[in-house]
């Protein structure tokens, strides 16, 4: 059994698939070590297990749809794909989405998942409450509102406190939204006017190859209400007004990316760069995102784009993004907005991994954290001393599932062992 890239095997073919919170209960109680798989899109084995495999993939429902405190409550399994045009029907919406719909709701916000948009914190901080199995059964419900610290150290949780079987989250009205690209914006044009360029949409990508001095494609999406809409010019920076649907990777066929060229859409058809029918990105991939704090933007992206020559042959596409601060503990955007450089490189795992640690070390200098779910390199130690909450995080996990029940290799690693 293998994760959604392929690159990455489970270390048990021992799944059980549950239907409801008392067949989680009961499962829960049973095992000594177990791991939920959500959609099973991380690239690394975060969400591995060499005993037990848990899937809530068939507890998808919506639990109840609140107008008036403007939440909606979710069975764990269910993906955005799933959610989106429901919410849309009943006239909300969500804040952001990520590049893809096809993902776990409680798997992305436990992995501390994001968009676009320097405005837009990511989807783990449209969380309200959550509801969680602990290893004795117990079900534990946690809420903005009522238990302040802990539930700020839970949402993003990287599954080791418990199975998630409900989670609410924010919503509001719904709006429709249009998507320009642009392509090719001059690489000085993206240093001298970075914050004009973020600022001019509500959610803002930059795809590069890194080669040429150039952004290749510039996604714009911006909201269509109270006038604000974003005027489409001819010329954005230097980048010119595509007249096509173009795909991140401009020679690859846009038919699975979400509607471009100005055309009005719902937000859920808009804010994702690929749509819920279609498969998405390039297939055979592996990915690596790491997390910027958004005042050494400029620096970190030349530092990386100095390694152009090294790092394009292995490259699909590179993606930046920023993305808003939040009061998540082991959220990468904890009490500083960031931008992420992401890099969806060929699936040529000997060679990316020598080219990691060359990125890792020119990114150091300003404290750059990876995505939980994509693969990276940096030691243990140097990731730790990156989260200042971490100590907290340990106690508070040890709180919940004090015999580790919910730890893995990748826990163990990187947050338990000290
Ligand atoms: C093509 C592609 C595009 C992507 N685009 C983006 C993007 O735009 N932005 C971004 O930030 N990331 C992106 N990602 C990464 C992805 O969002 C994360 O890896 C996310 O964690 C995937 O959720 P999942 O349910 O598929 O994860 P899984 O790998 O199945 O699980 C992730 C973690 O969540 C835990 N978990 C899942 N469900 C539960 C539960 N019910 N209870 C407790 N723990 C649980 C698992 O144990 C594991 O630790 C992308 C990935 C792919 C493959």
Redesign the pocket.
């Known amino acids: 059994m293998k994760?959604?890239?392929g690159n990455l095997e489970y270390s048990t073919d021992r799944l059980y698939s549950a239907n409801s919170l008392e067949q989680v209960r009961t499962y829960v109680r049973k095992q000594r070590h177990l791991?939920?798989?959500?959609?099973?899109?991380?690239?690394n084995n975060?969400?591995d297990s060499t005993q037990n495999l848990l899937s809530?993939k068939s507890m998808d429902q919506v639990v109840a749809l609140e107008p008036e405190a403007r939440t909606v409550t979710v069975e764990?399994g269910m993906t955005y794909g799933q959610l989106c045009p429901l919410l849309h029907a009943k006239g909300f919406a969500l804040h952001n989405l990520?590049?893809?719909p096809h993902?776990?709701i409680?798997?992305?916000c436990?992995?501390?998942?994001?968009?676009s948009g320097e405005k837009n914190g990511?989807l783990s901080s449209a969380v309200s409450a959550l509801e969680?199995v602990t290893p004795s059964g117990e079900v534990v419900k946690l809420s903005r509102q009522q238990d302040a610290e802990s539930f700020l150290g839970a949402v993003v949780?990287?599954?080791s406190l418990?199975?998630?079987?409900k989670v609410t989250l924010d919503i509001q009205p719904t709006f429709m939204m249009r998507q320009y690209v642009y392509e090719n914006m001059p690489l000085a044009e993206m240093k001298n006017h970075f914050d004009a360029i973020q600022s001019s949409a509500y959610s803002v990508s930059l795809f590069t190859d890194w080669q040429n001095q150039r952004i290749s494609e510039v996604w714009l999406k911006s909201r269509v209400e109270g006038g604000l809409a974003f005027e489409a010019t001819p010329e954005f920076f230097g980048a010119k007004l595509a007249s096509k649907n173009l795909h991140p990777i401009a020679e690859l066929s846009a038919e699975n990316c979400t509607e471009q060229l100005g055309v009005l859409g719902p937000w859920y058809e808009r804010l994702p760069h690929f749509r819920m029918g279609f498969t998405?990105?390039a297939g055979k991939e592996l990915?690596s995102?790491y997390f910027v704090p958004r005042q050494h933007a400029i620096e970190a992206i030349l530092a990386v784009e100095r390694l152009r020559d090294q790092v394009t042959p292995h490259l699909f596409i590179s993606e930046i993004r920023a993305i808003a601060a939040d009061n998540l503990w082991l959220s990468p955007c904890y009490q500083q907005p960031c931008i992420t450089i992401h890099f969806t490189w060929k699936q040529d795992w000997p060679a990316v991994s020598k080219l990691l640690p060359i990125i890792e070390k020119e990114l150091a200098p300003f404290d750059a954290v990876p995505?939980w779910?994509?693969l990276f390199t940096i030691s243990p130690a140097v990731l730790k001393s990156r989260y200042k909450k971490l100590p907290d995080f340990i106690q508070l996990s040890k709180k919940y599932d004090p015999q580790g029940k919910f730890q893995n290799e990748f826990l163990r690693t990187n947050i338990f062992t000290s």
């Open positions: 994760n959604w890239a791991k939920v798989l959500g959609s099973r899109h991380c690239f975060i969400a809530l764990s990520a590049s893809l993902i776990s409680a798997g992305a436990s992995t501390a998942t994001h968009g990511n969680f949780g990287l599954g418990g199975v998630i079987t998405p990105s990915q995102e995505h779910g994509k």
